[in-house]
């Protein structure tokens, strides 16, 4: 019975350990789902900012091509023949813009958006890395929960009342397993003296 006892005060015990891990548990896969959040936040923005600056290269590239045929355009004699395509006919020339950027400007929009590519790569990396963080945390959350029959959501609030009364129960466990202590002891004790006792009376029956 005894042993029986201490086997169960052991369990709880070490039920209680596991769900302090829990805890513990619990509190990293917050930390690294925020963490998470916060790094999907700075993908999210360098995908917007290398769009953005892609866009634009593309944009400014085609229009100094286009600038670059209104300046040939702007030559062009109707009866001669087009040193591009050859025609003699001109009905739509090309236009040129009043605004166009140089081609050291439109290689540094080139620039700029690779570098913001590189950045973005870096970015869905680390949020990669640490989505993999979240998912063992998590992981790791519900294996205990499963192992300790948890079936509720967990909250600070939920770990108070249940340490709570594991605690109470741990308290309890003690004291029952202290009282059979004394108990058998006790047993152990008279039954002792009254062997003594035996003997003692066998003795004076034979004097």
């Known amino acids: 019975l005894l042993k029986d006892k201490d086997q169960l005060v052991s369990e709880y ?3 209680r350990n596991m769900m302090h891990q829990l805890s513990d548990d619990y509190n990293r896969y917050n930390n690294e789902e925020e963490a998470y959040y916060e790094l999907s936040q700075v993908y999210g923005k360098s995908l917007k900012d290398y769009d ?3 866009q634009k290269y593309l944009e400014e590239s085609q229009r100094f091509r286009d ?19 050859g025609s003699i006919h001109h009905p ?3 236009i040129m813009e009043s605004r166009v950027l140089s081609i050291q ?7 700029k958006a690779e570098q913001l590519r590189i950045e973005k790569e870096h970015a869905f990396s680390n949020m990669s890395d640490q989505k993999e963080k979240k998912r063992v945390a998590f992981h790791d959350v519900e ?7 948890i079936e509720e959501e ?3 609030e939920t770990f ?9 129960k741990d308290i309890q466990l003690k004291k029952e397993y202290k009282d059979l202590q004394e108990e058998i002891s006790y047993r152990e004790n008279l039954k002792k003296t009254i062997e003594k006792d035996k003997i003692l009376l066998e003795e004076k029956e034979k004097a």
């Open 13 to 15: 015990q070490n039920r």
């Open 52 to 54: 953005e600056a892609y």
């Open 67 to 85: 600038n670059q045929a209104g300046i040939l355009a702007r030559d062009l004699k109707e009866g001669e023949p087009c040193p591009v395509c």
């Open 92 to 94: 739509q020339k090309a």
């Open 105 to 111: 400007e439109i290689e540094s929009l080139e620039e």
């Open 143 to 149: 294996t205990l929960k499963k192992q300790l029959h």
């Open 154 to 156: 967990l909250s600070k």
């Open 160 to 168: 108070i009342r249940l340490l709570d009364q594991m605690t109470k």
